[in-house]
Structures are given as structure tokens and as C-alpha cells.
């Protein structure tokens, strides 16, 4: 069955087994802090090619249905073989510069070819600092027409959206200050996507739970106004 989701894979170094780990949390010291940009970026990066076509009302609807999240890891030395087995064409690969070249070398004789996306600067690859919504619209427009070209009811839906025409996010000047952690992440990006500007202050760390609980609430209350905003328009 077709789908639009978008899979990404964020291409951690060969030797990651074997790498230094922190004392405390025992993750590999290669996270810190390249691979931190990229997860952090990807809070905010589309998950659903259709996701470019949505005006912010559209995205708030899409959202509160459901929507697919697919990050997975690999190492570098199995980047080929994975690829070589088959692989989704709506794919954005994920580098830093111990895992660039990897990634080039791995993509560079596929028949269509995902889009890489590096925290490098290198020539011919774009780079995490060159992203805005404008640029991220036509990469994944590019990609997703490359895999609409090989997929005919694929193609049917991007046809459909495309006569939909890009929608830029309604700037509903929203304005919000919110607790910041990773567990208020994701509310946080529905409500930036629905094009509130919003003023971030980190959750301090403690053995109590109370201020994640009141920020996520406060946060849902947000979306949940906006959601009967939506309605309210669409009886109207």
C-alpha cells in the first residue's frame, strides 16, 4: 500500500559500539553534540510529505487524527546494504562529518535517490543551517515527486495536493510562553507549525513531575482552543 510518510535515518559512526559512553546515562559520546542538532531539528522537520500542502488549520486537523513518526539509526559500514535490500523513496538521510561521506558514497549509484541532509558543510549536500520553510518545501516537493514517479497512486495524491498549491502557515499571532523538555516537544511543534511564536523556558531538573504535567496542560489547552476555533469557523 502507498504512503506518503517520510522515513528518516540519522547515520551514526561505524565504530559506535565501541565508543566512550557518558558516566551517568551510558550513551555513546558521538551524540553530543552533532547528533543532538539533528534530533532537535527533526521535531520540527515535515514526517508526512503532504505535510507541505497543509495551512495551519489543515495541519492542526491532520495532527489530532494521528501521524507517523519513523527515525531509526544506522551505522555507517551498513548504510549500503541497507539501501541495496530496498528501501522507502520518501527517505531523508541524516549526517554529521564522521558519517557525510559514508552517506554520499552509499547514495550516489541509486536509482532514486534520497534526500541527505548533513550538519557538515559540504559542497553539493544541504546542510541543517540552510534550512527554512521555503527550502524545506522544495526538498520535500523533490522528493516527493521522485518517489511519485515510480509510484502511480503515489502520483495520484501528489497531483491532488499540488493543484492544493503550497499553503504557508497562518501567522494567527499567538503568542505563548511554554516550559521546555521533551516531554512538551511535541505540543510545542503543533502549536509553532499552526504559526504561534512561542517563548521557551526549560523545566529545571527535580524529583517532582508537577511542573512537566502543568506545562503539558497548559500547552493542550492551547491546541484544544484552536481545535474549537477551527470548528467554530467551519459551522460558520
Not at 36 to 41: A, Q, V, Y
Not at 113 to 124: A, D, E, N
Not at 174 to 190: D, F, Q
Request: glycine content about 6%; hydrophobic content about 40%.
Amino acid at each position: 500500500m502507498s504512503t506518503s510518510a517520510i522515513s528518516h535515518l540519522v547515520v551514526v559512526p561505524s565504530n559506535s559500539n565501541d565508543r566512550r559512553t557518558t558516566f551517568f546515562q551510558g550513551y555513546s559520546d558521538f551524540w553530543y553534540p552533532d547528533f543532538i542538532k539533528i534530533l532537535r531539528c527533526l521535531v520540527f522537520f515535515p514526517h508526512d510529505a503532504s505535510d507541505i500542502y497543509f495551512s495551519g488549520e489543515s495541519f492542526v486537523k491532520a495532527r489530532s487524527i494521528g501521524a507517523c513518526l519513523q527515525v531509526d539509526f544506522l551505522r555507517a559500514d551498513l548504510l549500503k546494504k541497507y539501501l541495496n535490500m530496498g528501501y522507502n523513496p520518501l527517505i531523508v538521510l541524516w549526517s554529521t562529518d564522521e558519517t557525510v561521506d559514508y552517506v554520499e558514497d552509499a547514495i550516489s549509484k541509486t536509482l532514486l535517490k534520497p534526500l541527505h541532509i548533513t550538519v557538515s558543510k559540504r559542497k553539493g549536500v544541504t546542510s541543517i543551517t540552510e534550512l527554512d520553510e521555503e527550502v524545506v518545501n522544495k526538498l520535500i516537493d523533490g522528493l516527493f515527486g521522485r518517489a511519485a514517479s515510480a509510484d502511480s497512486e503515489l502520483n495520484k495524491f501528489r497531483v491532488f495536493l499540488e493543484s492544493q498549491g503550497f499553503r504557508k502557515r497562518e501567522n494567527v499571532r499567538l503568542r505563548l510562553n511554554a516550559k521546555g523538555h521533551n516531554c512538551t516537544e511535541a505540543l510545542i511543534e503543533v502549536l509553532v507549525n499552526y504559526g504561534a511564536q512561542i517563548k521557551v523556558k526549560g523545566i529545571k531538573p527535580s524529583g517532582s513531575t508537577t511542573e512537566h504535567i502543568s506545562g503539558m496542560l497548559h500547552l493542550m489547552a492551547e491546541i484544544g482552543r484552536l481545535q474549537e476555533l477551527s470548528a467554530t469557523r467551519l459551522l460558520n
